[in-house]
Structures are given as C-alpha cells and as structure tokens.
C-alpha cells in the first residue's frame, strides 16, 4: 500500500450512536481514528444546553463536530461554540436524507443548494479558524451524473472548504426511508475516486459500503494512489464490530504498538464509568455501545447479555463491565 501517513480513517456520525460514551470507548480501540459527533442541529446550538451538547472527553482528540444547518449566521455561532470547546473540525451534513432533517432544511437536499451552503461554509470559515468540511452524497434523486456532484464540490470549495467526505450513493429524498437509504441505492466508487483527480489540491474520504477489511484497504489502496491525504468512514461496521478498530492503527497505518485486548477495554471501561457515573451518569448509557465487542468470539451471546441484562442494567453499577468479561471466560 502507498505511503499513508497523511491518509484519514474515521468513524462516521451517527444519530442516537456516537454520542461521548461512544466515542470514548471507540478511543480506547484505536488511537488513529478520526472520531465524529452525532449531528447536532443549529438551533439546537443556538437555544439549548450547549455544555451538554457539546462537552467531550480531552482523550477523544481528533474530535469533529457535525451540525446540521442552512443558515450562515447559525453556522457562524456553530463554528464559534465549536472552536470554544477545543473541537478540531466542523463538518456540516449535506448528506441525510430524513424527512425531519429535510423539514429542517439540511442534509441531503442541500445538495440542490450548492451556493448556500458554500454560504455557509464562509461563514463558519470568517467565525472560527477551525477547518470546515462537508459530508454528501454523490447526487440526489434522478441528479445522478456526475457533473452534478463536480459542480458541487466546485462551488463548495471555491468558499474555502477543503474536504469533502462523500458517501458514494445518491440520496433519495422521497420514498425511501433513511435506512433504504442506505442500502438501496447503488453505490459508485468511481465518482469518489473521480472527484479526487479532478481536484487534486482537495482531499476525499470515502464513505459508504465498506463492511469488511478486504473492501477497507482496497479503497485505501486506491485512494492514497490519488492522493496520499484521502480517507475513508466507517458507519455501522465500527458500531456493530467494534473492534475491528483495534487493528485499524497496525493493518493500515502500520503502528507497532501492540493493540488493546478487550479485557483491557473492559477495565477501562469500567474506570470510565466509575468517574462518569459520579458526574451523574449511568454505566446503562456506556453498556449499550459495547454489544458488539466480543462479535464472533465465543460466548459472545453471554456478553451480550449480561450488558442488556434489566436487573444488572438497574443496580447502575459498573462492576456490570466486570460481570460481562466474567461471563466471557465461563
């Protein structure tokens, strides 16, 4: 594989799944991932909780922001509220296709709208110094050649945007739900790859399909040939088989370090929750994003149920991390 020291692996944002507890346990797997907040909606920023919002732990670096907007002025305050908690980018989402987010007014059907959200990504670039990417699809709808998404990334990029994480499918916006979303549509690598040639000074991470390490490092291989500083992002394979992330620092980056064991994950995890747990949260919120851990090992199933146990669940205790290795070595 060519040189990747430059190249980006990165887990994706995903709503109601990468909250802090999640990507702090994604840390502990690996020290080379780009990790990504859910998508935080503008408004939301704008009127809520934003220490809520926005807090994170100082081990999750390199942190992204995602927000969900079409308003520069509202991005604006996003990007400043971004910088003022320490994140390392801000990405704005023109890539969901729900109907609540296109009630909104973001996600995918911004596509239609390139000159707003380079708009936008002015904004935010005039508000805070911190880079600003964009997340999209490779069209919308029956806008599938690719002169519409090149037009886009043109008229993006010429607002100051520099990366562009492409999910290679276009987005249906009627008819399909956001899930079909996902699987429905016929992905096309070759755009992605396209788009990197055409804008060589650019860098793309590609997004979408990649479930198993022989489709990871075959786009890694294709994209570091373009240009070392591409990448790509993983979804649901790094929530679903979370440890996989645990070979991603030597398998594609080539860290000698030797990766962590899952005990090792479980007794960090459990400190972690120990502290978490006395600043009012509970060990619950952690349990559920760690099902996954022990995915096609034995006793798996045990593990799984020990940490979706009620009666464990309810004591909010995080001993539950050592009660599930426990179960393991049964």
Known sequence: MPDVSLFRYAVAPMLDWTDRHCR????????????YTEMIPTPAILHGEVS???AFNEV??????QIGGSHPRECAVAAKAAARFGYDEININCGCPSDRVQVGRFG???MATPEGVADCVKAMRDAATLPVSVKHRIGIDDRTEY???????GTVAAAGCRLFIVHARPAILKGLSPKENRDIPPLDYEKVYRLQRDFPSLFFMLNGGIDRWETLEDVAATLTK????????????AYHDPYHLAQIDSRLFHDTTPPPSRRDILEALKHYAEKEKARGAVPRHIARHVLGLYLGEKNARLFRQCLSSHELLAADDP???DQAAARVLS
């Open 226 to 237: 373009i240009n070392p500083a591409s990448g790509v992002m993983v979804g649901r394979w």
């Open 24 to 35: 702090y346990f994604h840390r502990l797997l690996s020290r080379r991932a780009w990790l």
């Open 52 to 54: 809520r919002l926005l």
């Open 108 to 110: 995918a059907c911004l």
């Open 147 to 153: 002169g519409f998404v090149r037009d886009f990334v």
């Open 60 to 65: 999750e670096h390199p942190v992204a922001l």
């Open 319 to 321: 001993a539950i991390f």
